[in-house]
């Protein structure tokens, strides 16, 4: 009996463990204490500006950071990048520029930076955390030089092209943002490259084991490269979608989004050594973080707290991933 | 031979960085002849020497193969708490006495034992749960970021002691207004403190060890748990005595202290050359390269060009230095 009941609870304990179920649990038991605490939580209004303000914003980074993170790395200059890109963005929309240069100088920013972050990595053998946190400083440098630490807004004194992107951006078709959608729409795409396709199968490969990945014939620079790279596509695309919904941008807007981002993909089952994990726990993730914050607002405690709950859920990530490790794979990392 | 000390000399970095700081001292004078005056070292000292105690506690954590990034934090948080207690049991209710100094030596005390508290918990994620350094540390950064904001709600406090306030202002004057700060002589007391432990006890060289290669040192029967734990232990009491020092120079507990202050420190340890992949470094470097990045940082202010490239400067020179170490590095390992 005793030898039965064991077996069931370990099998109940390998279902917890499954990645997408150990990030759904902490999202239920959220938005249950929320709704208990304050009915306000289930109102369509709500729900709406959890989509609209708080997904949109980091869960577009998240993507870029879970293909970075399952790919063997982690990049912890996304936020400032997209503070240093929005910045430019509406100091060249101030400069009278058509949106078309304020739209490619976006992208050049993010993926330039992507790729110094890359060839620190990948040319020079430095660590991901150290390349990348030297790359944050040089961004978070740089969008406040643009305009001497002051924030900049495009609602007036730019070209009408620049006003009628800002009005589209701020539009929302079914009652969603651009941004809720566009990060709906990524996550699935996201999901069925590292799913569906080599390319994903290889990023699985390169992050589980960078050695055997490069003797089975991958070239494994390419694809770390390319996941960096993503990164950077989806803070262009973060960029240009916060900075059209918001008409201006702050000289550290992004900058406290990227351990939140790291925190979502960890709680959302991506683990931080790589080569494991979907986008649909990310999303999990990025939802859980999100309505963390929203339920410290609802309840009015003090805000400062959603620092403490990042630190918190950022090690329980970790620790949870090692239990996951010794328990499925059955051994001792 | 004579040459071949020479030849020594070169290779070393700790003689490079010190070109470069004599060099940034003869360019900058010609520049702006208000640069190389002993009124700018002072002040250069001053700032340095906040930096510079929290830089001795984490080269020992980074030679010991780890590292953390949860300092500046973690001074902010000391400085809030440290200032509370002194605040809320009116130094150990000795405020306004003779023996004030007393109250508010047992209240820093306290701090410190919260700061090794601190520190405990980074070993326990580090060490016992094995943990990546990096991510642990920035948990624990997040945390503490937040803890000294809900302490006071994001207030000031003060008005603090008497006691502390007059010992921040002491130090060895050098004529006029110019003096080098106390706590710029207590950086110097724990360099020294820190260079004898390093050098010439069998701790110093288990620390090494563990940071050489943790197997080999466990193997050889260094306690590597109880190394490193005791080094992160260390390094926090230090940070706090740094945010209740910083916080009585700057008169009040202000949450502010600590921002951002652990990439300077990583940057003042890695110019030091304490290698991030641990197992090396001395104090003499480190003393030379914090020299060098506040002279470069006390530079920028002095040649006027926007003070908010110092961020860009201080990525950029840490990027620069990792990259020629690990280049090095991978060198010497192919020509093995």
Redesign the interface.
């Known amino acids: 009996m005793a030898e039965k009941k064991e077996a069931g609870s370990g099998k109940l304990l390998k279902f917890i463990l499954i990645p997408e179920v150990t990030s759904l649990i902490p999202v239920l038991v959220v938005a249950v204490v929320a709704t208990l605490l304050n009915p306000v939580f289930l109102t369509g209004g709500n729900l709406r500006t959890l989509g609209t303000s708080l997904i949109a914003s980091w869960g577009l980074l998240a993507i870029g950071q879970a293909f970075v993170i399952i790919s063997g790395g982690i990049d912890v200059s996304l936020g400032t990048t997209l503070s240093f890109a929005g910045m430019m963005f509406c100091s060249l929309a101030r400069g009278n520029m058509p949106l078309s240069v304020c739209i490619l100088a976006v992208f050049a920013i993010c993926i330039g930076m992507s790729l110094l972050n890359s060839l620190l990595i990948l040319k020079f053998d430095v660590w991901p955390f150290v390349a990348t946190m030297s790359v944050q400083y040089v961004g978070k440098g740089l969008a406040n030089v643009v305009n001497y630490g002051a924030d900049l807004s495009i609602s007036y004194g730019v070209r009408d092209s620049v006003l009628r992107f800002t009005e589209v951006m701020g539009r929302k078709p079914l009652g969603l943002s651009i941004g809720c959608i566009t990060f709906l729409a990524m996550i699935c795409l996201a999901q069925f490259i590292l799913k569906m396709t080599a390319f994903g199968r290889e990023v699985y490969a390169v992050g589980d084991n960078k050695r055997v990945a490069k003797v089975a014939g991958i070239r494994v620079w390419r694809v770390r490269t390319l996941c960096f790279v993503i990164a950077g596509i989806m803070t262009a695309v973060a960029t240009i979608i916060w900075v059209g919904y918001y008409s201006g941008c702050t000289p550290t807007q992004g900058n406290p989004w990227v351990f939140i981002t790291v925190a979502a993909v960890a709680m959302g089952g991506v683990s931080l050594k790589g080569g494991s994990g979907s986008l649909f726990g990310v999303f999990f993730g990025v939802l859980l973080m999100a309505l963390v914050y929203n339920l410290i607002t609802l309840l009015g405690i003090n805000a400062n707290y959603q620092n403490v709950f990042i630190g918190v859920f950022l090690a329980l990530a970790v620790v949870l991933d090692t239990v996951r490790r010794e328990k499925t794979l059955g051994k001792n990392i | 031979m004579k040459t071949n000390a020479f030849k020594g000399l070169l290779r070393r970095s700790e003689f490079l960085v010190f070109c470069v700081l004599v060099a940034i001292w003869v360019l900058l004078s010609s520049i702006n002849h208000n640069y190389a005056t002993l009124n700018n070292l002072c002040a250069i000292m001053k700032t340095l020497s906040f930096y510079g105690i929290i830089a001795v506690g984490l080269s020992f954590v980074i030679i010991q193969g780890d590292s953390d ?1 949860s300092t500046g934090a973690s001074a902010g948080f000391s400085a809030v708490l440290g200032t509370a207690i002194m605040l809320e049991t009116r130094c150990m209710g000795m405020l306004d006495t003779p023996q004030e100094w007393l109250g508010v030596l047992l209240c820093l005390l306290l701090t410190m034992a919260c700061g090794a508290l601190i520190g405990l918990g980074n070993a326990a ?1 580090v060490v016992r ?4 350094p ?3 540390t ?10 000294k ?2 302490i006071t ?2 207030a000031y406090v003060y008005p603090l002691p008497n006691a502390l306030l007059s010992f921040v202002k002491q130090g060895i004057p050098l004529g006029g207004n110019k003096k080098i700060a106390v706590s710029f002589l207590i950086l110097l007391a724990l360099l020294a403190v820190a260079h004898y432990i390093l050098t010439y006890t069998t701790y110093g060289r288990s620390v090494y060890a563990t940071g050489g290669n943790r197997v080999m040192a466990q193997l050889s029967g260094v306690r590597t748990s109880y190394v490193r734990t005791r080094n992160y232990m260390v390094l926090h009491a230090l940070v706090a005595l740094v945010g209740v020092l910083n916080a009585g120079y700057l008169k009040q507990g202000s949450p502010g202290i600590g921002n951002d202050w652990h ?1 300077v420190i990583m940057a003042a340890c890695a110019i030091g050359g304490i290698k ?1 992949s641990g197992g090396s470094g001395n104090m003499i470097g480190l003393l030379i390269g914090l020299f060098t990045l506040f002279s470069i940082n006390s530079a920028i202010a002095y040649v006027g060009i ?1 003070t ?9 020179v ?2 620069l230095i ?2 020629i170490d ?2 090095r590095s ?1 060198r010497k390992v192919r020509a093995q």
Do not use: S
């Not at chain 2, 749960?129 to 990546?132: H, L």
């Not at chain 2, 920035?138 to 803890?147: D, F, K, P």
């Not at chain 2, 908010?308 to 950029?316: A, E, H, K, P, R």
């Open positions: 990034i994620m749960f094995n943990m990546p990096f991510i642990a920035v948990a624990m950064q997040y945390v503490l970021n937040g803890l904001m809900v709600d994001g990439m991030f926007n908010f490239l110092q961020d860009v400067f201080i990525g950029l840490l990027m990792v990259v690990r280049v991978n």
